[in-house]
């Protein structure tokens, strides 16, 4: 019985069966890794991933213009419908989007300020969407990728790997001086990223928050792999959903874009049709 199970035992690693029937029987076990060895493993994967994505072309993008579909989703997740928009980004600190066709609903933000044009004409953002704004920075995937792995006291560890939407992947965690833990999940084949989830907990109350993004169907655009499809989730129940149709970088966007004056003009343009509207409509009633 013995040299039966030795000659198939044999056979098996001849063939490379073995590694068929279990893929991960050689993977190195994070259990087993002192932490600088983790943190050198998900550095060099972070690396691989940023060149993956465009190396240079990737570290130095200026700015992007893009264009696509917004999914609406309900409280309980329901889709209510989609919008149409255009983004533009200094990344990572200047925003602002527009609804297409008529660009009369523009966000902007501009680091710790921000502005809305509504039919209501224009106003300040408030405190909760500042604070918003600064958070969802803070967890971005492409300002992590550019600046933040650099910063001090970041803790990084390998987390091992997995199978995550058919694709064989390393799982990488940071957690950041806030106490955020990010981790993302990089595929083996191309190192592209294909999902984050991001855990917080609210100082006040103590509840735990999961945030999951996932990236799919990447086309390369000037050097640049976009992921074309992202949507979140937080705690289980979809957010948004985001379709791009197209996307352009380094078309040296003018700052004057992510100002309060930039919104004024525009009202000045579609405040008219607006209050036009209302006039008649107060007259009819």
Same mark, same amino acid.
């Not at 994505?53 to 989609?82: M, P």
């Not at 209050?275 to 008649?280: F, S």
């Given at each position: 019985? =013995?040299?039966?199970?030795?000659?198939?035992?044999?056979?098996?690693?001849?063939?490379?069966?073995?590694?068929?029937? @279990?893929?991960?029987?050689?993977?190195?076990?994070?259990?087993?890794?002192?932490?600088?060895? @983790?943190?050198?493993?998900?550095?060099?994967?972070?690396?691989?991933?940023?060149?993956?994505?465009? !190396?240079?072309?990737?570290?130095?993008?200026?700015?992007?213009?893009?264009?696509?579909?917004?999914?609406?989703?309900?409280?309980?997740?329901?889709?209510?419908?989609?919008?149409?928009?255009?983004?533009?980004?200094?990344?990572?600190?200047?925003?602002?989007?527009?609804?297409?066709?008529?660009?009369?609903?523009?966000? /902007?933000?501009?680091?710790?300020? !921000?502005?809305?044009?509504?039919?209501?004409?224009?106003?300040?953002? *408030?405190?909760?969407? /500042?604070?918003?704004?600064?958070?969802?920075?803070?967890?971005?995937?492409?300002?992590?990728?550019?600046?933040?792995?650099?910063?001090?006291?970041?803790?990084?560890?390998?987390?091992?790997?997995?199978?995550?939407?058919?694709?064989? /992947?390393?799982?990488?965690?940071?957690?950041? *001086?806030?106490?955020?833990?990010?981790?993302?999940?990089?595929?083996?084949?191309?190192?592209?990223? /294909?999902?984050?989830?991001?855990?917080? =907990?609210?100082?006040?109350?103590?509840? %735990?928050?999961?945030?999951?993004?996932?990236? @799919?169907? &990447?086309?390369?655009?000037?050097?640049?792999?976009?992921?074309?499809?992202?949507?979140?989730?937080?705690?289980?129940?979809?957010? &948004?959903?985001?379709?791009?149709?197209?996307?352009?970088?380094?078309?040296?966007? *003018?700052?004057?874009?992510?100002?309060?004056? @930039?919104?004024?003009?525009?009202?000045?343009?579609?405040?008219? *049709?607006?209050?036009?509207?209302?006039?008649?409509?107060? %007259?009819?009633?």
């Amino acid at each position: 019985m =013995r040299i039966i199970l030795r000659i198939l035992l044999l056979s098996l690693l001849l063939t490379g069966a073995w590694l068929e029937f @279990s893929p991960c029987a050689f993977a190195q076990n994070p259990q087993d890794m002192m932490p600088e060895e @983790s943190a050198a493993k998900v550095k060099e994967i972070l690396q691989q991933a940023i060149q993956a994505l465009g !190396g240079t072309a990737y570290l130095n993008l200026r700015d992007a213009t893009c264009e696509g579909r917004l999914s609406q989703f309900g409280h309980a997740g329901e889709l209510n419908g989609f919008e149409k928009f255009v983004d533009y980004t200094i990344p990572p600190f200047k925003d602002r989007t527009e609804n297409l066709p008529k660009r009369n609903i523009i966000s /902007v933000m501009n680091g710790d300020k !921000g502005w809305t044009l509504d039919r209501g004409g224009v106003s300040d953002a *408030s405190g909760a969407d /500042v604070a918003h704004f600064e958070e969802d920075i803070k967890k971005d995937i492409d300002y992590i990728l550019r600046t933040r792995i650099k910063e001090p006291n970041m803790v990084f560890r390998y987390a091992g790997p997995d199978i995550v939407d058919l694709k064989q /992947v390393d799982w990488v965690e940071i957690v950041d *001086s806030d106490n955020r833990t990010i981790r993302i999940a990089i595929s083996q084949s191309t190192h592209l990223p /294909v999902r984050k989830i991001v855990d917080t =907990r609210d100082a006040n109350t103590r509840m %735990k928050t999961d945030e999951v993004e996932y990236y @799919s169907n &990447y086309h390369p655009l000037n050097g640049v792999q976009t992921p074309f499809q992202i949507t979140r989730e937080r705690n289980h129940i979809k957010i &948004y959903q985001v379709f791009f149709d197209k996307c352009e970088y380094n078309t040296n966007l *003018s700052d004057s874009l992510f100002t309060k004056q @930039s919104l004024d003009e525009r009202w000045e343009k579609v405040g008219k *049709s607006a209050r036009k509207k209302a006039e008649k409509d107060a %007259k009819n009633n």
